[in-house]
């Protein structure tokens, strides 16, 4: 097995909280994460994004922590959890800019269209290679930690 993968080793070999999500199945696994991953980066104000990749370094090991009890003896690989986060979080803070709003309904909608599609079908939302293992548990922790690390700064800006 993969030293860098997320599996339940990582209670003792805690870097795999972090390097589950570099580990993938493949170069195409790897290259529809960073596509994913690309999209709000593009689309967040550029001076937010450093706060982007700070959300994100801190979310990789809380994510990994929630999606432990139910890999059993699977493992985790992917960065597809980490896309929902930044999805979530970077549509979440447009939305209540005001001035970018529709562009973060539009990423929000998309989102739970695709959580709402991987629920009903019990598998992931986009075709994968042979041996691409999808965890849609991964994309709804995502989502719901990204909209968790929106909301203070959401509620400091109406209530200030």
């Known amino acids: 097995m993969d030293p860098l993968t997320l599996t339940l080793d990582a209670l003792r070999e805690p ?3 972090w ?20 999209v709000p980066a593009l689309l967040v104000p550029r001076r937010e994004r450093g706060l982007l990749l700070l959300v994100l370094l801190l979310a990789a090991p809380l994510l990994s ?32 800019t005001g001035n970018n709003s529709r562009v973060g309904l539009l990423m929000l ?6 959580l709402a599609a991987e629920t009903v079908s019990g598998s992931c939302f986009l075709l994968h290679p042979e041996g691409w293992q ?27």
């Open 15 to 17: 870097w795999r909280l």
């Open 19 to 38: 390097t589950g999500h570099l580990a993938h199945f493949g170069w195409e696994h790897a290259l529809a994460n960073l596509v994913a991953l690309a």
């Open 65 to 96: 922590l929630l999606l432990l009890p139910g890999l059993g003896q699977g493992q985790y690989r992917g960065a597809s959890g980490l896309a929902c986060v930044a999805w979530s979080w970077v549509g979440l803070r447009l939305l209540s």
């Open 109 to 114: 909608g998309g989102l739970l269209l695709k």
């Open 134 to 160: 999808a965890l849609p548990a991964a994309h709804l922790w995502g989502t719901l930690l990204g909209l968790t690390c929106a909301l203070p700064a959401r509620f400091r800006r109406h209530h200030a």
